[in-house]
């Protein structure tokens, strides 16, 4: 039923792995590494046709100049205007309906959890015409609350479904013993089930700010000028504002890919950990 060891398959086997996994792996990388090379890449280069070849020179002037000749750094910071307060957001309403759903038994509760799941399931391309109009209506057209309502609303069905697993599986007895002792249930929350939460909490924090950072689709939706636009609508327009200056996009994407990368690498020990916590007894 599942896949055994690498170390205990048959010699053949292990050399075909060997060797198929670097090969692999660079054709994974392979566009990531054409655009790092890219954005280092004269721009002399790309008008005599040199698109795939190695750089004449390195020019890595090329980040500076996406600062001087655009809003990049506006973008970036409208990115994280948006992201962090919706990380915020998600995260929290998702740690208090998990534990609603993960904890109290009520006649609801699979019904109420399975309205939380199936939103997941709704293609988000569907919404693009109503969520436009409602934000249009509202008044928040054009500006970080409609991004930021938006994906709260849409990231916490995702956030419930984690948090209530994680919650189900922490030992009953912890909320058992409190409710003995007489405590509130706002304390067994904030005292007891949260600081157990945090593997999870740093996990769900990676992802969903990995899945708002590189949200293309909304960002264009609903934002149109540079003021509100993220990091990845705004790399949309610099390809029609340099026309073919594709160097210079490049630098820019490697740009907007730092932050959500550096965000992993930083907090890599406890999203694994949140991620494989009881997965074994």
């Known amino acids: 039923m599942f896949p055994r060891p690498i170390q205990q398959v048959s010699a053949s086997s292990r050399i075909a792995y060997q060797v198929a996994l670097p090969i692999v792996l660079i054709l994974w990388l392979l566009p990531l590494i054409g655009v790092a090379i890219t954005s280092v890449r004269p721009g002399a280069d790309l008008a005599q046709g040199n698109y795939f070849g190695m750089p004449s020179a390195i020019a890595f002037h090329n980040y500076a100049d996406v600062f001087r000749n655009s809003p990049i750094g506006r973008y970036m910071l409208n990115s994280f205007i948006v992201t962090i307060p919706t990380v915020i957001g998600a995260v929290a309403l998702s740690c208090m309906t998990g534990f609603a759903l993960g904890?109290?038994?009520?006649?609801?509760?699979?019904?109420?959890?399975?309205?939380?799941?199936?939103?997941?399931?709704?293609?988000?391309?569907i919404l693009m015409v109503p969520v436009r109009e409602l934000s249009v209506s509202l008044g928040i057209y054009n500006t970080y609350s409609a991004l930021i309502l938006f994906h709260v609303a849409f990231q916490?069905?995702?956030?419930?479904?984690?948090?209530?697993?994680?919650?189900?599986?922490?030992?009953?007895?912890?909320?058992?013993?409190?409710?003995?002792?007489?405590?509130?249930?706002?304390?067994?929350?904030?005292?007891?089930?949260?600081?157990?939460?945090?593997?999870?909490?740093?996990?769900?924090?990676?992802?969903v700010f990995t899945f708002i950072w590189n949200d293309f689709f909304w960002a264009t939706v609903l934002t149109?000028?540079?003021?509100?636009?993220p990091i990845t609508a705004g790399l949309s327009s610099l390809n029609g504002q340099w026309i073919a200056q594709w160097h210079l996009v490049s630098a820019g994407s490697i740009l907007a890919a730092?932050?959500?990368?550096?965000?992993f690498f930083l907090m890599q020990k406890h999203f694994i950990a949140g991620l494989t916590l009881g997965a074994v007894k």
């Not at 009520?106 to 399931?121: D, E, K, Q, W, Y």
């Not at 409190?178 to 007891?192: H, K, P």
């Not at 149109?224 to 636009?229: A, H, I």
């Open 258 to 263: 730092l932050p959500p990368v550096a965000m």
């Open 103 to 125: 904890i109290y038994r009520f006649r609801s509760n699979l019904l109420v959890f399975f309205m939380f799941v199936a939103g997941n399931f709704v293609p988000f391309q």
């Open 156 to 207: 916490t069905g995702f956030c419930t479904l984690f948090m209530r697993n994680f919650i189900r599986a922490l030992p009953y007895e912890l909320i058992e013993a409190a409710r003995v002792e007489g405590v509130a249930e706002w304390r067994i929350f904030w005292f007891i089930v949260l600081p157990l939460m945090r593997p999870a909490i740093a996990a769900l924090s990676v992802l």
């Open 224 to 229: 149109s000028t540079p003021q509100t636009q």
